[in-house]
C-alpha cells in the first residue's frame, strides 16, 4: 500500500503544478484515435486519463467515454476537459467496471509505474470485449539515447517504473493472453522538439539531426512501443 500510495501523491503534485501542461498537448492523442478507430457508440476506457484530451477526443466524435486515474489531481483536470466523460479515481488493478464492458481501451504511459503490472492487463482482459481492440505504450529499456547517455529511464523512474525490451514486452502481453495486432515508435518525443528555441545554431543541427535519425533507426531502440492488441 505504501508503494501505491508514494505514486498517488507524486502524480497528484505533478497535476497541481503543471495542471493541463503535465503530460502531451491535445493534438498529441489523435494517433490514437486512429489506431484503434474508435467510433461514435464505441464504449472507451482510457486508464490513467491525465489530463483527459485522449477522452475528450473520443466523445466529441460520439464515443461513450470512461476515464480512471489514481491521482485525484488528474481526475479534476479531465472532468473539466471532457464533461461529457465518466471518470473517477481508481489504480488500474482494480476497475469498477463489469465483465467485457468496453470495445477499446488505452493506457499510455502508465502501466510501467503499476505496483502490480500483472494484475492491471488481467483487469484490462476483463473488462473488454472478446473482440476488443486495445492499446498499452511501453518505455524501451534498450531505447538508444539512454544507452548513450548510459542511465536509463524518466523522471518516474525514483517511484516505480519497469524498463524492458521489446522481446520482453511483448512476452509479458502474449502471457497475459493477449494477440499482438502491431507495434509502432512513438515519435511524439521528436516531433515535440522547438527546433529554433533556443536560437543556438549547434542546438538546432542537433535537433534537426536527432529528429531525422529517430525515424530511421530500428524499432528496438526506439523510445517508447506502441502496441495494439486484441484478446486471443
Not at 498499452?136 to 524498463?163: A, C, D, H, M
Request: proline content about 3%; charged content about 30%; overall charge positive.
Amino acid at each position: 500500500m505504501k508503494k501505491k500510495e508514494k505514486i498517488r501523491d507524486w502524480y497528484n503534485s505533478r497535476y497541481r503544478q503543471k495542471g493541463t501542461e503535465s503530460w502531451r498537448p491535445y493534438e498529441a492523442y489523435e494517433i490514437y484515435m486512429d489506431l484503434l478507430n474508435i467510433q461514435e457508440g464505441q464504449r472507451f476506457l482510457d486508464v490513467a486519463c491525465g489530463t483527459g484530451y485522449l477522452l475528450k477526443q473520443a466523445s466529441e466524435i460520439g464515443a461513450k467515454t470512461f476515464g480512471v486515474d489514481i491521482s485525484s489531481e488528474a481526475v479534476d483536470i479531465s472532468k473539466n476537459n471532457s464533461p461529457m466523460s465518466e471518470i473517477e479515481v481508481s489504480d488500474g488493478e482494480n476497475l469498477n467496471y463489469p465483465d467485457g464492458f468496453f470495445d477499446r481501451l488505452t493506457c499510455i504511459g502508465a502501466l510501467e509505474h503499476f505496483s502490480d503490472i500483472d494484475k492491471g492487463l488481467s483487469e484490462f482482459y476483463r473488462v473488454t470485449q472478446k473482440d476488443a481492440l486495445l492499446c498499452v505504450v511501453l518505455p524501451n529499456s534498450q531505447y538508444f539515447y539512454w544507452l548513450l547517455r548510459q542511465k536509463k529511464g524518466t523522471e518516474q523512474y525514483g517511484i516505480k517504473e519497469k524498463l524492458a525490451t521489446l522481446d520482453e514486452w511483448s512476452s509479458l502481453l502474449q502471457n497475459s493472453g493477449y494477440e499482438i495486432v502491431k507495434v509502432l515508435q512513438d515519435t511524439w518525443i521528436f516531433r515535440k522538439l522547438r527546433l529554433f528555441k533556443p536560437l543556438n545554431p549547434v542546438k538546432i543541427v542537433c535537433k534537426i539531426l536527432s529528429r531525422s535519425l529517430y525515424r530511421l533507426i530500428p524499432l528496438k531502440y526506439t523510445y517508447q512501443f506502441i502496441f495494439i492488441l486484441k484478446k486471443k
